[in-house]
């Protein structure tokens, strides 16, 4: 595969690292805050918290509570889930969530967006140990990157959540945190290989001792892939991968700890053309991606009250498209996220707390293309507080926020949540807020488009639900309703340039259950109907499903020696961009694993079980049935 190597190799030696500089700062910050413990237990407080019991959420609310006493609608996905089924990339663990959906291009590495409730993928907001990820472009988030390996656990926070979290936030929140290590040391190496020339390799390792605990992992993945066009004679597009992640903690005595994280991606991956009537074949075209991310937070007890955190954190990213035959297709994005937080909970008495914070964000763009180029920064500075409280069998919040960007000005949000306990094995939990979008740098500025006088997408959204809990707590059905009106949507006027014209709506009911059949079988079902149009045109909302439905099972034989998974995910009734319709699809996945012994565990995969033809995105092709077989050694 053909490199234009000389114009990205310039490029980033001419561009000194914030990463250098930010780990100055951070050695600095370490020093200051170093200090020795005067006796309180901390209680951890913000979303990147790595280790949390699986009846806990921390996104809900910022601060660790039980799931049954949130308002909002919270999905959990836990490492041992993550290891059971085995998939490359995380957004193959999302496909089962309620409400979520997921859209990838085509094969292996290509872009993947994901829809939360009806809102655009720009609005879902995700972070990783608690640093904002989306892109300073283009406001996305690209999934198609995002290995499994190393992360210890999954929230996903469904509704209008702009309160808590600013912009970006309107449709949910998508929080990932990486693992943290323990007092025993883990080991751990998979190699995977399969259809399409596949190879995967990852390996781990944690542990800790007296006050110092870390986590390290990385992982390799190489596969021919599939075209994006199809056909016999089309050339695949393949992608290549390498990624590391490492997390370093220290207790500061009983009353404090100071993490830090770090993450690396490099990725190639080649790509085909867009003509007038979709993709076609391009033998040359590829895209590399570069990522980093490095963040500090230190959390301490200064009194048996009131906890403080501080946290630090700056992701740069550098995607290059080209294609050496064809010079008007060369692009090239630099983007730096930079963000300073910290956030203070107070404990009114045992039933009240406050959780206030301040928030100081700063995203940057250097855009070179074979059209246009430019180079633009802004700014977010940000105050929120949130109460707490617990009346009898009735948890309450409400909070505030107040969000002053630098170029389209203020923004106010607010959000209130109910979750009432009405019997034994009754609960109603509902929530409501406003949320808001800040446009992105390439809406604000890219030549030609860019309007620096947007205002911010706006959106308020409600839900109400009630979970149902049966057979001594191994049965739980859950079904809510939720709406979301969206505003002042960026959309183009006819000389294309960025205004705020459109208006859309999102209605849904999502229903879940969860059945603990025996010790050793696990079933879920889930169902999620979601109506969305698009005022300005009537239209359904394109790539969002109006029914999906999906099912998992999960089943631990032969004395917890043999694993089995399996889910199916059917998908009906979608369109694309202007209204073309979308085949329905049914997707079945499997996987077994046997451990041989203590150590040794070999395993099997199966994707697409049953080769269904579908598109995600009209005129791109998706893989066909795919196998791959994996040995895992354990220390």
Known sequence: MIRS???RSEKTCARPSRVAGFLTFLLCTICLFAVPATGQTVASTDDDLP???DQLTVSAHRVPLPLGTVGSRVSVITRDEIERRKYATLAELLRTVPGVTVV???????????FLRGAASANTLVLIDGLRVNSSTSGTFDFGDLSTTNIERIEILRGPQST???????????SIVTRRG????????RAEAGSDAWQRFDASLSGGQGVFDYSVAGSFLDTDGISAVGGIDAEADSHRRSDASVRLGWKLGEAGRLDVTGRWLDSDLDIDGFGFFGPVDDPNAFQERDVTQAGASLEYAFAP???QRFSVGVVEEELLSDDPDNPFTFFLADTTTTRAMTQSEFEIDQNHSLVGGYVLEEREAEIDGAFSSFDADTQIESLYLQWLGRFDDVDLSLAVRSDSHDDFGDETTYRGTLSWLVA???????????????PSLNELFFPGFGNPDLDAETSFGWDLGIELIYLDDRLHVDVTYFAVDFTDLIGFDSSFQAINIDEAESRGIELMVDYDATETLDLQFSHTWN??????TGLQLARRPEHKTTFAARWDALDDRLFVTGTVVLIRDRVDTGGADLDDYERVDATLEYRLTTIVAPYVRIENLFDQEYEEVNGFNTPGFRAYGGLELSF
């Open 182 to 189: 323990g007092t025993e040391r883990e080991a751990r190496i």
């Open 531 to 536: 109506e969305t149009e698009d005022l300005s």
């Open 305 to 307: 009250r009131w906890t």
């Open 104 to 114: 990838r291009n085509a094969g292996p590495g290509t872009q993947t967006s994901v």
């Open 164 to 174: 808590l979290y600013g912009s970006e936030a309107t449709g949910g929140v998508i």
């Open 424 to 438: 034994t094995g009754a609960r109603l939990h509902a929530s409501a807020g406003s949320s808001f979008r800040a």
């Open 5 to 7: 190597a000389s114009t």
């Open 51 to 53: 280790v949390v019991e």
